[in-house]
């Protein structure tokens, strides 16, 4: 009994284990359905897979009319480096104008599979056949909502290619409850956005100004909160109005919005925010607008204080546009219409709780002073630190360290590093000041080391691991054959892209590992090619369909063997020895 036992645990581990390895026979084509369905085209992978939202686009092919796409469902989760990704089914609604006949539509899709040995594969385009009468109405096809998984729905029989049984039901419905969660995280950040937005000093100062000219003040509690909701919902009208035209204007570029022309120009628009709320200028209406919005006299009753609403939105620009500016983006590159106007909506929610809470007890607000400025610096910080975050994956090391050396040292400032400080709260305030400073310098000094190649500090923890890899040739095949042929050794190819999260992997948890490291440096001459973008040329001299690949050449070139996807170091080791 007990030898029974021990034999039923140990297949259960194993049956673990190899739950958690990736499919060895998925393929791109064969094992993701392709469909077009209900007037959307449907894309489906199996479970242990997943699609990377930058490389999703649909378009057509040749032909006469127009064909929209979009806007892309929101992504369920994120890899390993922190791009968007689906499971499961993904819907992307097609919308036309002037089609005639059967309109071909190429599908573009990366998928990857999870888990040890995960492999991404090389963006796969494939075309659908659509009948122009299918596809709805550019003026129609607003009004349906996609859902961004569908997991209990079938994919059509009338794929363009066989879907293999096991992703007929493509996914669990463990996802809607992180969905949901997720939803009410955007709205809420929404909302704390809009009641920040509120204390900037271009609103906070003219709300009980507002307020007077609407009457809401001194009419009794009933009336003043109805005044002050109609002026809230003016507000709501305006920044709902901007959510929904960002998301359609998302629509359009989809998964451009995730690639570094779309990312380092957005970068540097949140860094002129930034400066914008440091005080280096204002952006700021044309006098003569902003007095047209003004008018004259005061707006009384229920129209005139929804109408003031409508117009606080451009007035408040100055200080709200670069927070709305940062929210704008962010929805564009979302591209969800419906989740677009309902977080501008929330925004405006959150801008208007002190209206609201001013308009109907006529309660008297805290006076502006030092610590509005330093309230909206704060937002400059986090604005600019988002700038930093939003291009990290795009930029070379030395410009990432450059770029946060900028955002500590703003940091700094903000604290008041060089400022005189007195009593308890000023003085953490300044210590906190020098440590910021204190982290720009070392961050300076690594943004130099860098760029330079040289070495002013002793390196550790993920420094130490690159420059452990540091010893790799890098895209010169011929020239690792060569060196391997004069010191009678092997040729250890790792085939990687940029966008390859198990790329990444790889390169943080085993090649830097001691005895993976022993192996390579007693047997071969290591070598990194990007056959993606840089080496183009081996990738059909090597058979490179996936990412990562890892082939063991003799010093003439012929391999030896190859491992796919992300391994963990053991498994690396055991595969370089033969074992």
């Known amino acids: 009994m007990r030898t029974l036992k021990i ?32 007037g959307a085209v449907v894309v489906t992978v199996p479970e242990g897979a997943h699609l990377k939202a930058a490389f999703m686009e649909v378009a057509k092919k040749g032909g006469a009319g127009t064909l929209k796409a979009g806007p ?23 919308r036309g104008e002037g089609l005639t006949g059967t309109v071909k539509v190429e599908v573009t899709y990366q998928p990857c599979t999870e888990g040890e040995g995960g492999v991404c594969f090389p963006p796969t385009t494939r075309t659908l056949d659509v009948k122009a009468a299918e596809i709805p109405a550019l003026s129609l096809a607003a009004d349906v909502k996609h859902p961004a998984a569908s997991p209990a729905e079938n994919p059509p029989q009338a794929a363009v290619s066989p879907v293999p049984p096991q992703i007929q039901a493509p996914a669990a419905p463990a996802s809607e409850p992180a969905s949901r969660s997720g939803l009410l995280v955007s709205l809420l950040v929404a909302f704390l956005a809009g009641m920040a937005a509120s204390l900037t000093p271009c609103v906070y100062p003219m709300i009980p100004i507002t307020m007077a000219i609407v009457g809401a003040k001194g009419g009794g509690k009933s009336r003043g909160f109805a005044l002050s909701l109609a002026l809230v919902l003016g507000m709501a009208a305006t920044y709902t109005t901007l959510g929904v035209l960002a998301a359609k204007s998302g629509a359009a570029f989809g998964a451009f919005a995730q690639k570094p022309a779309f990312l380092v120009p957005v970068s540097l628009l949140f860094a002129a925010f930034a ?16 007095m047209k919005l003004q008018g004259s006299g005061g707006r009384k009753g229920f129209g005139g204080a929804f109408v003031m609403g409508l117009v606080l939105g451009p007035l408040s620009a100055p200080c709200v546009g670069p927070v709305i500016g940062a929210v704008l983006v962010r929805i564009a590159q979302q591209g969800d219409v419906f ?5 501008l909506f929330v925004f405006a929610l959150g801008m208007g709780v002190l209206f609201l809470t001013v308009g109907t007890f006529s309660a008297a ?6 610590w509005l400025t330093r309230f909206k610096q704060g937002m400059g910080l986090v604005v600019l630190g988002f700038a930093a975050w939003n291009v990290r994956l795009v930029v070379p090391d030395w410009a990432n360290f450059g770029m946060w050396t900028a955002v500590t040292l703003a940091g700094a400032a903000v604290f008041g590093a060089f400022e005189a400080a007195s009593g308890l709260v000023g003085q953490l305030r300044k210590g906190i000041a020098l440590l910021s400073l204190a982290l720009a310098m070392l961050l300076g000094v690594r943004a130099t080391e860098t760029f330079l190649k040289v070495e002013l500090l002793p390196k550790g923890g993920a420094a130490a691991a690159k420059e452990d890899h540091a010893g790799w040739l890098e895209q010169d095949f011929d020239g690792a054959l060569a060196k391997a042929k004069a010191e009678k050794k092997l040729v250890l190819v790792d085939i990687y892209a940029d966008w390859c999260a198990q790329c990444k992997e790889l ?49 003439e070139g012929r391999e030896l063997r190859r491992i796919l996807g992300f391994q963990k170091p053991e498994t690396m080791k055991a595969w370089l020895e033969g074992r």
């Open 275 to 290: 400066l914008s709320l440091f005080g280096a200028f204002e952006i700021a209406l044309p006098p003569a607008l902003a």
């Open 7 to 38: 034999l039923l645990w140990s297949l259960c581990l194993a049956a673990a284990a190899w739950a958690q390895r990736a499919d060895p026979t998925f393929d791109p084509v064969g094992s993701v359905a392709l469909a077009f369905q209900k």
């Open 339 to 343: 989740l677009g106007g309902l977080q």
């Open 72 to 94: 892309l469902p929101a992504t369920t989760a994120k890899d390993e480096i922190g791009d968007g990704i689906w499971h499961g089914t993904v819907r992307i609604p097609l």
């Open 507 to 555: 390169d943080e948890k085993t090649w830097p590992d001691a005895g993976v490291k022993q192996w390579i440096a007693q047997n071969a001459v290591a070598i990194r090619i990007d056959t993606d973008a840089r080496r183009k040329d081996l990738a059909g001299k090597l058979q490179i369909r996936s990412y990562p690949t890892v082939l063991l050449l003799d010093a």
């Open 365 to 370: 607000l805290p006076k502006s002073g030092d």
